[in-house]
Nanobody
Framework: QVQLVESGGGLVQPGGSLRLSCAAS????????MGWYRQAPGKQRELVAT???????NYGDSVKGRFLISRDNAKKMVYLQMNSLKPEDTAVYYC???????????WGQGTQVTVSS
């Protein structure tokens, strides 16, 4: 059973930066695309960014040019560098493996990001 543990969230002022981390247990991490998702209060969970097992990336329109996804297969980690944060980025952030557009592992607890002055 794979477990996902997200960390690095917090309270930050608009325009600030945070770096989120996601640690995955289990085998075969490197063969999967990994994604970051977020869920704001009262809204559905949305895809923020993905990185394939070969390193290609995709970003949601609202975060393009501000967020950067990366991964370290040896450590079974995936990261999300978030810059120029906006209040609308406030949400709980989660990571997961992605296959054909669907997540495949149980969700972790997520990490709360709050952007506010």
């Amino acid at each position: 059973q794979v477990q996902l543990v997200e960390s690095g969230g917090g309270l930050v002022q608009p325009g600030g930066s945070l770096r989120l981390s996601c640690a995955a247990s289990g085998r075969h991490f490197s063969i999967y695309a990994m994604g970051w998702y977020r869920q704001a209060p009262g809204k559905q969970r949305e895809l923020v960014a993905t990185m394939s097992n070969s390193g290609s990336t995709n970003y949601g329109d609202s975060v393009k040019g501000r967020f950067l996804i990366s991964r370290d297969n040896a450590k079974k980690m995936v990261y999300l560098q978030m810059n120029s944060l906006k209040p609308e980025d406030t949400a709980v952030y989660y990571c997961n493996a992605v296959v054909s557009g669907a997540t495949i592992w149980p969700w972790g607890q997520g990490t709360q990001v709050t952007v506010s002055s």
